[in-house]
């Protein structure tokens, strides 16, 4: 009921401005509880490990929510198992001119074109090296990458090696994206001509980078397109395994025409940007069991877009999934979501 309130007295704000005000509450709520939360009680069976933790729940953010930084402790006090900061490019910008975040309750859907809006990865890994001596870190932090608007993309690959060798000692794992749709050109990326000679690049970075870091081999992934067609998923999916990067499945996507959106009359619909949320639900479900069928046991997937409740996230941890992210549901359903989906998976 106090959730419901509140919703409304943020979505009378502009999206961003409603992401500043929940921004600052996690601020403070993370310097008052330094990131614990309460506990969830997991069985030996069903607990999760990853990038060298147990995780206190297998439902983690997914990039875009804390593009900088600034809240991780926050996030994590709310119940979350590991927090994935991004997209953090090589150098600052600004991202596309607002407006650039659109919200479409009928649907439990967001349209954005934010653009890679970032801080850098300099200030990003001091930021994140302050946290660490600060406070103990009990979880995954993930660093998920992006390209430079104007990197040209025959050198995209030495913006996320860069970036990957700044940021590299703050990440507990790290995401290559290449599949936001609001940096013009990005998405090509993922073409077999440009896409192994980039992850291999990226991976003999990092291979570097653990040198100097004996015993901390950080995992590395590649988050995909929903938009992909399904023998360009199949192609990008065997490189990515091929070169020892497990799989995020999916990001936002430029379609319109998901069957949930019939008969929905919503200006925001029209507005150019990545969709997510409830809409891309089914095929990300859809998608995560292709790509399980195609990989094998092996390769960590996580799976993002329109997660639910207890039952779509129990169904996709059936399905093959390792870890679950979200992001719009956690506008739509409040703080408290996290943490009772958590203590919901892990009833017996």
């Given at each position: 009921?106090?959730?419901?309130?509140?919703?409304?007295?943020?979505?009378?704000?502009?999206?961003?401005?409603?992401?500043?005000?929940?921004?600052?509450?996690?601020?403070?709520?993370?310097?008052f509880?330094?990131?614990?939360?309460?506990?969830v009680?997991?069985t030996?069976?069903k607990?999760?490990?990853?990038?060298?933790?147990?995780?206190?729940s297998?439902?983690?953010?997914?990039a875009?929510?804390?593009?900088?930084?600034?809240?991780?402790?926050?996030?994590?006090?709310?119940?979350f198992?590991?927090?994935?900061?991004?997209?953090?490019?090589?150098?600052?910008?600004?991202?596309?001119?607002?407006?650039?975040?659109?919200?479409?309750?009928?649907?439990?859907?967001?349209?954005?074109?934010?653009?890679?809006?970032?801080?850098?990865?300099?200030?990003?890994?001091?930021?994140?090296?302050d946290?660490?001596?600060?406070?103990?870190?009990?979880?995954?932090?993930?660093?998920?990458?992006?390209?430079?608007?104007?990197?040209?993309?025959?050198?995209?690959?030495?913006?996320y090696?860069?970036?990957?060798?700044?940021?590299?000692?703050?990440?507990?794992?790290?995401?290559?994206?290449?599949?936001?749709?609001?940096?013009?050109?990005?998405?090509n990326?993922?073409?077999?001509?440009y896409?192994?000679?980039?992850?291999?690049q990226?991976?003999?970075?990092?291979?570097?980078?653990?040198?100097?870091?004996?015993?901390?081999?950080?995992?590395?992934?590649?988050?995909l397109?929903?938009?992909?067609?399904?023998?360009?998923?199949k192609?990008?999916?065997?490189?990515?395994?091929?070169?020892?990067?497990?799989?995020?499945?999916?990001?936002?996507?430029?379609?319109?025409?998901?069957?949930?959106?019939?008969?929905?009359?919503?200006?925001?619909?029209?507005?150019?940007?990545?969709?997510?949320?409830?809409?891309?639900?089914?095929?990300a479900?859809?998608?995560?069991?292709?790509?399980?069928?195609?990989?094998?046991?092996?390769?960590?997937?996580?799976?993002?877009?329109?997660?639910?409740?207890?039952?779509?996230?129990?169904?996709?941890?059936?399905?093959?999934?390792?870890l679950?992210?979200?992001?719009?549901?956690?506008?739509?359903?409040?703080?408290?979501?996290?943490?009772?989906?958590?203590?919901?998976?892990?009833?017996?």
């Open positions: 009921m106090f959730w419901r309130f509140t919703r409304k007295i943020l979505f009378s704000f502009d999206p961003e401005i409603a992401h500043a005000f929940g921004a600052f509450y996690l601020k403070l709520r993370g310097f509880t330094q990131g614990r939360s309460k506990p009680r997991w030996a069976r607990a999760t490990e990853f990038a060298g933790f147990t995780l206190d297998p439902v983690g953010v997914a875009g929510f804390d593009k900088n930084g600034t809240v991780v402790l926050g996030l994590k006090s709310l119940g198992g590991y927090i994935e900061v991004g997209s953090v490019t090589l150098r600052p910008q600004s991202g596309n001119p607002r407006p650039r975040l659109f919200r479409v309750p009928e649907a439990e859907a967001l349209v954005n074109r934010m653009g890679f809006n970032s801080h850098g990865a300099a200030v990003v890994a001091e930021r994140l090296t946290l660490r001596a600060m406070a103990p870190i009990h979880f995954p932090i993930g660093l998920n990458i992006g390209k430079n608007r104007d990197t040209p993309l025959e050198k995209a690959g030495d913006d090696a860069r970036c990957l060798e700044i940021l590299y000692g703050v990440a507990d794992y790290l995401v290559i994206n290449l599949s936001s749709p609001n940096t013009p050109g990005l998405t990326l993922q073409e077999a001509a896409l192994q000679p980039l992850l291999r990226v991976r003999e970075t990092r291979d570097k980078c653990s040198r100097s870091l004996p015993g901390q081999l950080r995992p590395l992934f590649l988050k397109s929903p938009d992909l067609t399904e023998e360009a998923r192609t990008a999916v065997e490189t990515a395994v091929n070169e020892g990067f497990g799989l995020i499945a999916s990001n936002t996507s430029r379609r319109r025409d998901f069957p949930v959106l019939k008969g929905i009359d919503s200006h925001e619909l029209t507005e150019e940007g990545g969709l997510s949320g409830a809409p891309l639900r089914e095929e479900v859809k998608h995560l069991k292709e790509i399980r069928a195609l990989v094998g046991p092996k390769p960590t997937v996580i799976s993002v877009g329109g997660l639910g409740g207890r039952e779509d996230a129990q169904a996709r941890l059936d399905a093959g999934a390792n679950l992210q979200v992001y719009t549901e956690f506008v739509y359903r409040g703080p408290s979501y996290p943490l009772k989906l958590a203590r919901e998976l892990a009833r017996p």
